[in-house]
Protein backbone atom coordinates (compact mmCIF):
# COMPACT_ATOMS: atom_id res chain seq x y z
CA UNK A 1 0.00 0.00 0.00
CA UNK A 2 1.11 3.39 -0.74
CA UNK A 3 1.23 5.98 1.78
CA UNK A 4 0.82 9.79 1.03
CA UNK A 5 2.87 12.14 2.52
CA UNK A 6 1.71 14.76 5.25
CA UNK A 7 1.64 18.44 3.47
CA UNK A 8 4.30 20.66 5.11
CA UNK A 9 3.27 22.48 8.12
CA UNK A 10 2.37 26.20 8.00
CA UNK A 11 4.60 26.55 11.25
CA UNK A 12 7.59 24.76 9.05
CA UNK A 13 7.51 27.43 6.67
CA UNK A 14 7.67 29.99 9.54
CA UNK A 15 10.94 28.34 10.98
CA UNK A 16 12.29 28.28 7.41
CA UNK A 17 11.66 31.94 6.93
CA UNK A 18 13.01 32.54 10.02
CA UNK A 19 15.95 31.13 8.86
CA UNK A 20 15.96 32.85 5.74
CA UNK A 21 16.05 36.03 7.50
CA UNK A 22 18.94 35.48 9.83
CA UNK A 23 21.20 34.23 5.84
CA UNK A 24 19.67 37.39 4.50
CA UNK A 25 21.29 39.91 7.08
CA UNK A 26 24.69 38.49 6.75
CA UNK A 27 24.36 38.56 2.93
CA UNK A 28 23.38 42.34 2.69
CA UNK A 29 26.09 43.19 5.48
CA UNK A 30 29.28 41.54 3.78
CA UNK A 31 29.00 44.38 0.63
CA UNK A 32 29.58 47.33 3.20
CA UNK A 33 33.22 46.24 3.10
CA UNK A 34 33.01 47.13 -0.49
CA UNK A 35 35.27 49.97 -2.16
CA UNK A 36 34.01 53.58 -1.58
CA UNK A 37 33.97 54.10 -5.65
CA UNK A 38 30.64 51.32 -5.28
CA UNK A 39 29.92 51.34 -1.43
CA UNK A 40 26.72 53.64 -2.45
CA UNK A 41 24.96 51.95 -4.60
CA UNK A 42 26.15 48.50 -2.85
CA UNK A 43 24.93 49.87 0.64
CA UNK A 44 20.96 50.72 -1.10
CA UNK A 45 21.07 47.37 -2.66
CA UNK A 46 21.49 46.08 0.88
CA UNK A 47 18.94 47.84 2.84
CA UNK A 48 16.45 47.58 0.20
CA UNK A 49 17.07 43.78 0.44
CA UNK A 50 16.62 43.53 4.11
CA UNK A 51 13.44 45.89 3.85
CA UNK A 52 12.02 42.92 0.99
CA UNK A 53 13.06 40.16 3.67
CA UNK A 54 11.31 41.97 6.09
CA UNK A 55 8.80 42.38 4.61
CA UNK A 56 8.19 39.00 3.62
CA UNK A 57 8.69 37.64 7.48
CA UNK A 58 6.24 40.50 9.02
CA UNK A 59 3.80 39.01 6.17
CA UNK A 60 4.47 34.98 7.37
CA UNK A 61 4.59 36.20 11.14
CA UNK A 62 0.90 37.77 10.68
CA UNK A 63 -0.46 35.00 8.80
CA UNK A 64 1.32 32.47 11.43
CA UNK A 65 -0.30 34.91 14.20
CA UNK A 66 -3.57 33.90 12.54
CA UNK A 67 -3.39 30.41 12.43
CA UNK A 68 -2.59 30.45 16.39
CA UNK A 69 -5.35 32.92 17.23
CA UNK A 70 -7.99 30.40 14.78
CA UNK A 71 -6.23 27.30 16.60
CA UNK A 72 -6.59 28.66 19.99
CA UNK A 73 -10.68 29.32 19.10
CA UNK A 74 -11.00 26.06 17.64
CA UNK A 75 -9.29 24.06 20.50
CA UNK A 76 -11.31 26.33 22.75
CA UNK A 77 -14.95 25.08 20.73
CA UNK A 78 -13.53 21.36 20.66
CA UNK A 79 -15.00 21.15 24.80
CA UNK A 80 -18.05 21.24 23.39
CA UNK A 81 -19.60 17.55 22.97
CA UNK A 82 -22.17 16.84 20.80
CA UNK A 83 -24.14 14.13 22.98
CA UNK A 84 -25.73 12.87 20.32
CA UNK A 85 -22.44 12.33 17.74
CA UNK A 86 -20.50 11.47 21.05
CA UNK A 87 -17.71 14.00 18.85
CA UNK A 88 -16.96 17.58 19.79
CA UNK A 89 -18.37 20.31 17.34
CA UNK A 90 -15.13 21.03 15.39
CA UNK A 91 -14.87 17.70 14.27
CA UNK A 92 -18.38 17.59 13.57
CA UNK A 93 -17.71 20.62 11.09
CA UNK A 94 -20.47 22.76 12.72
CA UNK A 95 -17.95 25.74 13.02
CA UNK A 96 -18.27 27.96 9.94
CA UNK A 97 -17.22 31.36 8.92
CA UNK A 98 -14.80 32.36 11.29
CA UNK A 99 -13.75 35.71 11.37
CA UNK A 100 -10.86 36.82 14.43
CA UNK A 101 -9.79 40.85 14.97
CA UNK A 102 -6.44 40.37 16.49
CA UNK A 103 -6.08 43.79 17.08
CA UNK A 104 -9.46 44.55 18.94
CA UNK A 105 -9.45 40.51 20.08
CA UNK A 106 -12.87 40.13 18.39
CA UNK A 107 -14.02 36.78 17.19
CA UNK A 108 -17.30 35.89 15.33
CA UNK A 109 -18.14 32.61 14.18
CA UNK A 110 -21.38 30.58 13.32
CA UNK A 111 -22.32 27.63 14.45
CA UNK A 112 -24.56 25.64 12.14
CA UNK A 113 -26.40 22.82 13.27
CA UNK A 114 -27.87 19.37 11.50
CA UNK A 115 -31.63 20.92 12.30
CA UNK A 116 -33.12 24.14 13.66
CA UNK A 117 -35.20 22.05 15.90
CA UNK A 118 -31.92 20.97 17.82
CA UNK A 119 -33.23 20.84 21.87
CA UNK A 120 -29.78 21.90 22.76
CA UNK A 121 -29.07 25.23 20.68
CA UNK A 122 -29.31 27.57 23.29
CA UNK A 123 -26.51 25.13 25.49
CA UNK A 124 -24.43 25.27 22.31
CA UNK A 125 -24.45 29.04 22.27
CA UNK A 126 -23.88 29.47 26.00
CA UNK A 127 -21.33 27.04 25.82
CA UNK A 128 -19.25 28.86 22.56
CA UNK A 129 -19.14 32.04 24.00
CA UNK A 130 -18.27 31.25 27.38
CA UNK A 131 -14.93 28.82 26.42
CA UNK A 132 -13.83 31.36 23.50
CA UNK A 133 -14.51 34.48 26.21
CA UNK A 134 -12.15 32.85 28.57
CA UNK A 135 -9.49 32.60 26.31
CA UNK A 136 -6.78 35.21 27.04
CA UNK A 137 -6.48 37.84 24.57
CA UNK A 138 -10.15 37.59 23.47
CA UNK A 139 -12.21 40.87 24.42
CA UNK A 140 -15.56 40.06 22.74
CA UNK A 141 -17.07 36.93 20.87
CA UNK A 142 -19.97 37.01 18.47
CA UNK A 143 -21.49 33.42 17.68
CA UNK A 144 -24.61 32.96 15.78
CA UNK A 145 -26.54 30.23 15.16
CA UNK A 146 -28.33 28.86 11.79
CA UNK A 147 -28.92 24.95 10.37
CA UNK A 148 -28.22 23.05 7.55
CA UNK A 149 -29.93 23.60 4.31
CA UNK A 150 -32.80 21.05 4.31
CA UNK A 151 -31.68 18.33 1.47
CA UNK A 152 -31.55 14.68 2.07
CA UNK A 153 -28.44 12.90 1.93
CA UNK A 154 -29.54 11.39 -1.11
CA UNK A 155 -31.45 14.06 -2.88
CA UNK A 156 -30.39 13.34 -6.69
CA UNK A 157 -32.45 10.00 -6.89
CA UNK A 158 -35.48 12.02 -5.59
CA UNK A 159 -38.78 12.83 -6.74
CA UNK A 160 -37.98 16.65 -7.70
CA UNK A 161 -41.03 17.70 -4.84
CA UNK A 162 -38.86 15.82 -2.41
CA UNK A 163 -35.30 16.89 -2.78
CA UNK A 164 -35.44 19.48 -0.35
CA UNK A 165 -36.62 17.36 2.21
CA UNK A 166 -34.09 16.47 5.30
CA UNK A 167 -36.00 14.01 7.14
CA UNK A 168 -39.05 11.91 6.18
CA UNK A 169 -40.71 10.25 9.16
CA UNK A 170 -43.48 7.44 9.34
CA UNK A 171 -46.05 7.39 11.91
CA UNK A 172 -47.29 3.95 11.88
CA UNK A 173 -49.73 1.61 13.60
CA UNK A 174 -50.67 -1.35 11.30
CA UNK A 175 -54.11 -1.13 13.20
CA UNK A 176 -56.87 1.63 13.29
CA UNK A 177 -58.69 3.15 15.70
CA UNK A 178 -55.14 3.64 18.05
CA UNK A 179 -54.55 7.20 17.70
CA UNK A 180 -52.32 6.96 14.76
CA UNK A 181 -53.31 10.29 13.38
CA UNK A 182 -53.43 12.56 16.41
CA UNK A 183 -49.59 11.19 17.49
CA UNK A 184 -49.22 12.43 13.92
CA UNK A 185 -50.69 15.78 13.75
CA UNK A 186 -49.11 16.87 17.31
CA UNK A 187 -45.68 15.48 16.54
CA UNK A 188 -45.65 17.58 13.57
CA UNK A 189 -46.65 20.58 15.49
CA UNK A 190 -44.61 20.35 18.41
CA UNK A 191 -41.44 19.87 16.08
CA UNK A 192 -42.61 23.20 13.96
CA UNK A 193 -42.89 24.83 17.87
CA UNK A 194 -39.13 23.32 18.10
CA UNK A 195 -38.15 25.99 15.31
CA UNK A 196 -38.07 23.22 12.24
CA UNK A 197 -40.03 23.93 8.87
CA UNK A 198 -42.64 20.79 8.77
CA UNK A 199 -45.56 19.41 6.27
CA UNK A 200 -48.25 16.78 7.18
CA UNK A 201 -48.81 14.14 4.48
CA UNK A 202 -52.19 12.10 4.99
CA UNK A 203 -51.44 9.03 3.28
CA UNK A 204 -54.40 7.17 4.04
CA UNK A 205 -57.05 7.89 0.99
CA UNK A 206 -60.00 5.56 2.21
CA UNK A 207 -60.21 7.28 5.46
CA UNK A 208 -58.08 10.65 5.73
CA UNK A 209 -58.16 12.12 9.29
CA UNK A 210 -56.06 15.59 8.45
CA UNK A 211 -59.24 17.65 7.66
CA UNK A 212 -60.53 17.29 10.43
CA UNK A 213 -57.92 17.58 12.85
CA UNK A 214 -56.70 21.06 11.44
CA UNK A 215 -58.50 24.28 10.83
CA UNK A 216 -56.39 26.22 7.46
CA UNK A 217 -58.48 28.74 5.77
CA UNK A 218 -58.18 27.07 2.57
CA UNK A 219 -59.38 23.84 2.95
CA UNK A 220 -59.00 22.91 -0.87
CA UNK A 221 -55.11 21.74 -2.46
CA UNK A 222 -54.41 23.94 -5.66
CA UNK A 223 -52.80 23.19 -8.87
CA UNK A 224 -50.02 25.15 -10.39
CA UNK A 225 -51.03 25.03 -14.04
CA UNK A 226 -46.98 25.77 -15.34
CA UNK A 227 -45.32 23.15 -13.10
CA UNK A 228 -48.40 20.47 -13.06
CA UNK A 229 -47.35 20.57 -9.36
CA UNK A 230 -49.75 20.77 -6.25
CA UNK A 231 -49.31 23.79 -3.71
CA UNK A 232 -50.10 22.71 -0.12
CA UNK A 233 -52.35 23.96 2.12
CA UNK A 234 -51.00 25.57 5.22
CA UNK A 235 -52.30 25.80 9.14
CA UNK A 236 -50.29 27.68 11.43
CA UNK A 237 -47.17 27.56 9.49
CA UNK A 238 -47.01 23.53 8.68
CA UNK A 239 -47.79 22.00 4.96
CA UNK A 240 -50.64 19.55 4.54
CA UNK A 241 -51.72 17.63 1.94
CA UNK A 242 -54.37 15.24 2.04
CA UNK A 243 -56.54 13.55 -0.13
CA UNK A 244 -59.52 14.79 1.63
CA UNK A 245 -58.27 18.68 0.97
CA UNK A 246 -58.79 17.19 -2.68
CA UNK A 247 -62.50 17.74 -2.59
CA UNK A 248 -62.77 13.94 -3.24
CA UNK A 249 -64.18 12.92 0.20
CA UNK A 250 -63.43 9.47 0.75
CA UNK A 251 -61.90 7.43 -2.10
CA UNK A 252 -64.18 4.52 -3.32
CA UNK A 253 -61.24 2.64 -5.69
CA UNK A 254 -59.10 -0.20 -5.82
CA UNK A 255 -55.45 -0.77 -4.64
CA UNK A 256 -53.74 0.17 -7.81
CA UNK A 257 -55.53 3.74 -7.90
CA UNK A 258 -54.54 4.71 -5.10
CA UNK A 259 -50.83 3.62 -5.04
CA UNK A 260 -51.09 6.13 -8.34
CA UNK A 261 -52.76 8.76 -6.23
CA UNK A 262 -50.68 8.52 -3.51
CA UNK A 263 -47.37 8.73 -5.37
CA UNK A 264 -49.01 11.81 -7.56
CA UNK A 265 -50.06 13.49 -4.01
CA UNK A 266 -46.79 12.88 -2.60
CA UNK A 267 -43.85 13.51 -5.25
CA UNK A 268 -45.63 16.21 -7.07
CA UNK A 269 -46.78 18.78 -4.01
CA UNK A 270 -44.41 22.02 -3.64
CA UNK A 271 -43.02 20.98 -0.33
CA UNK A 272 -40.35 23.29 -0.66
CA UNK A 273 -37.63 23.34 1.73
CA UNK A 274 -38.99 20.96 5.04
CA UNK A 275 -36.74 19.37 8.26
CA UNK A 276 -39.07 16.96 8.69
CA UNK A 277 -42.05 15.79 6.77
CA UNK A 278 -44.51 13.98 8.64
CA UNK A 279 -46.06 10.81 7.09
CA UNK A 280 -49.35 9.63 8.58
CA UNK A 281 -49.44 5.91 7.20
CA UNK A 282 -52.93 4.17 6.67
CA UNK A 283 -53.32 0.88 8.75
CA UNK A 284 -51.85 -2.15 7.23
CA UNK A 285 -49.08 -3.96 5.60
CA UNK A 286 -50.03 -4.23 1.97
CA UNK A 287 -49.54 -2.40 -1.40
CA UNK A 288 -50.21 0.97 -0.05
CA UNK A 289 -47.65 0.73 2.75
CA UNK A 290 -45.19 -0.81 0.34
CA UNK A 291 -45.43 1.98 -1.72
CA UNK A 292 -44.65 4.43 0.42
CA UNK A 293 -41.75 2.81 1.22
CA UNK A 294 -40.74 2.27 -2.21
CA UNK A 295 -41.41 6.00 -3.15
CA UNK A 296 -39.45 8.01 0.11
CA UNK A 297 -36.34 7.27 1.35
CA UNK A 298 -37.86 7.29 4.61
CA UNK A 299 -35.34 8.05 7.86
CA UNK A 300 -37.72 6.45 10.48
CA UNK A 301 -40.06 5.58 12.15
CA UNK A 302 -42.69 5.87 15.03
CA UNK A 303 -44.50 3.14 15.98
CA UNK A 304 -48.30 3.70 17.73
CA UNK A 305 -49.98 0.76 20.17
CA UNK A 306 -52.00 0.59 22.82
CA UNK A 307 -51.95 -1.59 25.63
CA UNK A 308 -54.38 -4.82 24.39
CA UNK A 309 -52.84 -7.69 23.57
CA UNK A 310 -54.46 -7.22 19.86
CA UNK A 311 -52.98 -4.06 19.06
CA UNK A 312 -49.21 -5.47 19.56
CA UNK A 313 -50.26 -8.28 17.11
CA UNK A 314 -50.51 -6.15 14.59
CA UNK A 315 -47.86 -3.62 15.76
CA UNK A 316 -45.38 -6.33 15.43
CA UNK A 317 -45.86 -7.06 12.08
CA UNK A 318 -45.22 -3.26 11.08
CA UNK A 319 -42.07 -3.40 13.02
CA UNK A 320 -41.03 -6.53 11.01
CA UNK A 321 -42.28 -4.39 7.88
CA UNK A 322 -40.18 -1.62 8.56
CA UNK A 323 -36.94 -4.02 9.44
CA UNK A 324 -37.32 -5.49 6.25
CA UNK A 325 -37.40 -2.15 4.52
CA UNK A 326 -33.97 -0.76 6.44
CA UNK A 327 -36.23 1.81 8.53
CA UNK A 328 -35.06 2.01 11.51
CA UNK A 329 -37.99 2.27 14.39
CA UNK A 330 -37.02 5.03 16.53
CA UNK A 331 -39.45 5.06 19.09
CA UNK A 332 -42.88 3.77 20.41
CA UNK A 333 -45.55 5.67 21.49
CA UNK A 334 -48.42 3.44 23.69
CA UNK A 335 -51.76 5.74 23.40
CA UNK A 336 -54.30 5.62 26.03
CA UNK A 337 -52.49 4.13 28.99
CA UNK A 338 -53.31 5.08 31.80
CA UNK A 339 -56.03 8.09 33.68
CA UNK A 340 -55.90 9.43 37.52
CA UNK A 341 -59.07 9.58 39.70
CA UNK A 342 -59.21 9.64 43.42
CA UNK A 343 -55.89 9.89 43.49
CA UNK A 344 -55.50 6.67 41.72
CA UNK A 345 -53.63 5.84 38.56
CA UNK A 346 -55.86 3.15 37.00
CA UNK A 347 -54.94 1.02 33.50
CA UNK A 348 -58.48 0.05 32.05
CA UNK A 349 -56.69 -1.63 28.89
CA UNK A 350 -53.98 -3.24 30.73
CA UNK A 351 -50.35 -2.93 30.60
CA UNK A 352 -47.25 -3.85 28.98
CA UNK A 353 -47.88 -3.82 24.85
CA UNK A 354 -45.34 -0.66 24.26
CA UNK A 355 -42.93 -2.50 26.81
CA UNK A 356 -43.32 -5.46 24.76
CA UNK A 357 -42.30 -3.93 21.39
CA UNK A 358 -39.68 -2.20 22.97
CA UNK A 359 -38.20 -5.57 24.85
CA UNK A 360 -38.75 -7.73 21.65
CA UNK A 361 -37.82 -5.56 18.81
CA UNK A 362 -35.03 -3.26 20.59
CA UNK A 363 -36.72 0.17 19.61
CA UNK A 364 -34.99 2.41 22.29
CA UNK A 365 -37.65 4.63 23.17
CA UNK A 366 -41.27 4.63 24.62
CA UNK A 367 -43.88 7.48 25.57
CA UNK A 368 -47.20 7.04 27.26
CA UNK A 369 -49.93 8.92 26.63
CA UNK A 370 -53.09 9.19 29.17
CA UNK A 371 -56.65 8.64 28.45
CA UNK A 372 -57.92 12.47 28.18
CA UNK A 373 -60.89 14.18 27.24
CA UNK A 374 -59.58 17.42 26.15
CA UNK A 375 -57.00 14.88 23.69
CA UNK A 376 -59.53 13.57 21.95
CA UNK A 377 -61.87 16.57 21.63
CA UNK A 378 -59.04 18.54 20.18
CA UNK A 379 -58.92 16.37 17.51
CA UNK A 380 -62.41 17.29 16.26
CA UNK A 381 -61.65 20.45 17.03
CA UNK A 382 -59.21 21.31 14.53
CA UNK A 383 -56.80 22.71 16.89
CA UNK A 384 -53.94 20.22 17.74
CA UNK A 385 -53.43 19.47 21.68
CA UNK A 386 -50.00 21.31 21.84
CA UNK A 387 -51.06 24.15 19.99
CA UNK A 388 -54.41 24.44 22.45
CA UNK A 389 -53.07 23.75 25.63
CA UNK A 390 -48.81 23.55 25.17
CA UNK A 391 -48.17 23.56 28.87
CA UNK A 392 -50.10 20.21 29.72
CA UNK A 393 -48.93 17.02 30.53
CA UNK A 394 -49.51 15.82 26.79
CA UNK A 395 -47.57 18.78 25.02
CA UNK A 396 -44.73 18.00 27.60
CA UNK A 397 -45.06 14.10 26.46
CA UNK A 398 -45.08 15.69 22.78
CA UNK A 399 -42.08 17.67 23.41
CA UNK A 400 -40.25 14.45 24.81
CA UNK A 401 -41.49 12.54 21.61
CA UNK A 402 -40.06 15.38 19.42
CA UNK A 403 -36.41 15.60 21.50
CA UNK A 404 -36.41 12.01 20.57
CA UNK A 405 -37.24 11.83 16.98
CA UNK A 406 -34.71 15.24 16.08
CA UNK A 407 -31.67 13.22 17.75
CA UNK A 408 -32.47 9.82 16.08
CA UNK A 409 -32.56 11.45 13.01
CA UNK A 410 -29.50 13.67 13.48
CA UNK A 411 -27.28 10.12 14.61
CA UNK A 412 -29.22 8.03 11.56
CA UNK A 413 -28.43 10.82 9.10
CA UNK A 414 -24.55 11.02 10.81
CA UNK A 415 -24.38 7.20 10.37
CA UNK A 416 -25.87 6.97 6.89
CA UNK A 417 -23.64 9.70 5.05
CA UNK A 418 -20.15 7.96 6.74
CA UNK A 419 -21.43 4.33 6.51
CA UNK A 420 -19.24 4.05 3.40
CA UNK A 421 -16.54 6.38 2.49
CA UNK A 422 -13.11 6.15 0.38
CA UNK A 423 -9.93 6.95 2.36
CA UNK A 424 -7.37 7.53 -0.51
CA UNK A 425 -4.08 7.67 1.70
CA UNK A 426 -4.45 3.92 2.54
CA UNK A 427 -6.53 2.97 -0.75
CA UNK A 428 -9.32 1.44 1.08
CA UNK A 429 -12.81 1.44 1.13
CA UNK A 430 -13.97 1.76 4.86
CA UNK A 431 -17.09 0.55 6.03
CA UNK A 432 -19.31 0.88 9.36
CA UNK A 433 -22.68 -0.44 9.04
CA UNK A 434 -25.54 1.67 10.76
CA UNK A 435 -26.75 -0.17 14.05
CA UNK A 436 -23.83 -2.30 13.68
CA UNK A 437 -20.71 -1.28 15.64
CA UNK A 438 -17.55 -3.13 13.60
CA UNK A 439 -15.89 -0.80 10.94
CA UNK A 440 -13.69 -3.00 8.49
CA UNK A 441 -12.07 -1.93 5.58
CA UNK A 442 -12.39 -3.30 1.80
CA UNK A 443 -10.43 -3.10 -1.41
CA UNK A 444 -11.86 -1.06 -4.10
CA UNK A 445 -11.27 -3.44 -6.97
CA UNK A 446 -12.69 -6.40 -4.78
CA UNK A 447 -15.94 -4.52 -4.33
CA UNK A 448 -16.02 -4.02 -8.10
CA UNK A 449 -15.19 -7.47 -9.11
CA UNK A 450 -18.43 -8.47 -6.61
CA UNK A 451 -20.86 -6.61 -8.56
CA UNK A 452 -24.05 -8.47 -9.00
CA UNK A 453 -26.19 -6.11 -11.51
CA UNK A 454 -27.11 -7.37 -15.36
CA UNK A 455 -24.02 -5.97 -16.29
CA UNK A 456 -21.64 -8.01 -14.31
CA UNK A 457 -24.04 -11.08 -14.00
CA UNK A 458 -26.10 -13.06 -16.81
CA UNK A 459 -29.49 -12.93 -14.97
CA UNK A 460 -30.68 -15.76 -16.90
CA UNK A 461 -27.54 -18.29 -16.48
CA UNK A 462 -25.91 -16.75 -13.72
CA UNK A 463 -22.85 -16.67 -15.75
CA UNK A 464 -19.73 -14.37 -14.70
CA UNK A 465 -19.81 -11.46 -17.68
CA UNK A 466 -17.16 -9.36 -15.54
CA UNK A 467 -14.27 -10.87 -15.72
CA UNK A 468 -11.55 -10.74 -12.88
CA UNK A 469 -8.83 -8.86 -15.27
CA UNK A 470 -11.29 -6.51 -16.77
CA UNK A 471 -10.51 -4.40 -13.11
CA UNK A 472 -7.52 -2.99 -12.69
CA UNK A 473 -5.77 -3.77 -9.38
CA UNK A 474 -5.43 -0.10 -8.83
CA UNK A 475 -8.98 1.02 -9.24
CA UNK A 476 -10.41 3.80 -7.23
CA UNK A 477 -13.94 4.93 -6.78
CA UNK A 478 -14.66 8.57 -8.11
CA UNK A 479 -17.53 8.98 -5.67
CA UNK A 480 -19.39 7.27 -3.49
CA UNK A 481 -22.78 8.55 -2.05
CA UNK A 482 -25.68 6.98 0.53
CA UNK A 483 -28.98 4.79 -1.49
CA UNK A 484 -31.94 5.12 1.37
CA UNK A 485 -30.57 2.97 4.27
CA UNK A 486 -29.92 -0.11 3.00
CA UNK A 487 -26.78 0.95 0.27
CA UNK A 488 -24.48 2.71 -1.44
CA UNK A 489 -24.07 4.05 -5.04
CA UNK A 490 -20.14 3.47 -6.12
CA UNK A 491 -18.99 5.56 -9.25
CA UNK A 492 -15.87 4.32 -11.22
CA UNK A 493 -13.61 5.66 -13.37
CA UNK A 494 -15.63 3.77 -16.67
CA UNK A 495 -18.64 5.49 -15.23
CA UNK A 496 -20.29 2.44 -14.01
CA UNK A 497 -22.92 2.92 -11.10
CA UNK A 498 -22.64 0.18 -8.92
CA UNK A 499 -25.36 -0.33 -6.29
CA UNK A 500 -23.56 -2.18 -3.38
CA UNK A 501 -26.06 -3.30 -0.26
CA UNK A 502 -24.74 -3.24 3.16
CA UNK A 503 -25.69 -6.68 3.31
CA UNK A 504 -23.79 -7.53 0.42
CA UNK A 505 -20.56 -5.31 1.67
CA UNK A 506 -20.45 -7.59 5.04
CA UNK A 507 -19.92 -10.82 3.11
CA UNK A 508 -17.08 -9.15 0.91
CA UNK A 509 -13.62 -10.78 1.56
CA UNK A 510 -12.05 -7.79 3.66
CA UNK A 511 -8.67 -5.92 3.89
CA UNK A 512 -6.55 -6.86 7.11
CA UNK A 513 -2.93 -5.41 8.39
CA UNK A 514 -3.37 -1.94 6.12
CA UNK A 515 -0.67 0.72 7.13
CA UNK A 516 -2.27 3.75 8.75
CA UNK A 517 -0.96 7.38 7.28
CA UNK A 518 1.07 9.08 9.82
CA UNK A 519 -0.67 11.39 12.43
CA UNK A 520 0.38 15.01 12.22
CA UNK A 521 2.05 16.45 15.74
CA UNK A 522 -0.80 17.56 18.19
CA UNK A 523 0.23 21.20 18.51
CA UNK A 524 0.17 20.79 14.14
CA UNK A 525 -3.44 18.92 14.22
CA UNK A 526 -5.82 22.16 13.96
CA UNK A 527 -3.89 23.89 11.26
Known amino acids: MHLLRAPLSPCLSFLSSSLQLKNAFSFCLQPLRATKSTGVWQNQQSVSSISATATSVGAGVSDASTRTAKGDVLK ?27 VLGEVSFRLELTTPACPIKDVFEQRANEVVSA ?31 SNIIAVSSCKGGVGKSTVAVNLAYTLAGMGARVGIFD ?40 FGFAGQGRAVMRGPMVSGVINQLLTTSEWGEL ?49 KLKVPCVAVVENMCHFDADGKRYYPFGKGSG ?28 TPEVVADPQGEVAKTFQNLGVCVVQQCAKIRQQVSTAVTYDKSIKAIKVKVPALDEEFLLHPATV ?6 AQSVDEWTGEQKLQ ?27 GFNQI ?19 LLPPELSLY
Open 76 to 102: ALSQIIDPDFGTDIVSCGFVKDMQIDE
Open 135 to 165: LPWVNGVKVTMSAQPARPVYADELPKGLRAI
Open 203 to 242: ADVYGPSLPTMVSPDNRLLEMNPEKRTIIPTEYLGVKLVS
Open 275 to 323: DYLIIDMPPGTGDIQLTLCQIVPLTAAVIVTTPQKLAFIDVAKGVRMFS
Open 355 to 382: SQVVRQFGIPHLFELPIRPTLSASGDSG
Open 448 to 453: RRNDRS
Open 468 to 494: YTDVPEDIEPEDIRPMGNYAVQITWPD
Open 500 to 518: APYDQLQTIERLVDVPQPP
